[in-house]
């Protein structure tokens, strides 16, 4: 038998994230596991618009290498994960405050079904990734008449 440690707002948390997810859906929230280990989840911001050939995504991550983010796209969801990590701190160097919050992230996004998903691309420019989501070119189809047999 394990030992789960208890957390009596858990639940309002839940709740807040229910009843309205854009407010209070991208805070960072302490997290707790299993075996007693915590720290914070976070998440990235995300815009997202759409123009005439594509949707785009763009997420702020000042202070992540390219090299620590994984984009995937699978059965219509397209997910963003990654690592913000530790700076080493230098001698003679001490904090007075913390604002940034480190550790891993996960961002997933469900795309609607007119999208190419082979032609997905991403580049990251001034901490911000942006992901390219070509749309489907619809088929013009012409009208015509159709001659009863």
Known sequence: ????????YSGADDMFERLAPSLFG???RLKTTGNGDGGVEWAPSA???E???EFLIRAELPAV???DVKVSFDRGTLTIEG???HHKEEK???FHRMETFRGSFLRTF???DNVKAEAIRCESHDGVLTVHIPKMTAAVVQPRLIKIE
């Open 92 to 94: 003679g160097e001490k």
């Open 26 to 28: 991208r805070w960072p």
């Open 47 to 49: 815009d997202i618009s």
């Open 65 to 67: 290498k390219k090299e």
């Open 110 to 112: 469900t795309l609607p």
């Open 1 to 8: 038998m394990s030992l789960i440690r208890w957390e009596p």
């Open 83 to 85: 690592e913000r990590k």
């Open 51 to 53: 123009t005439d050939k």
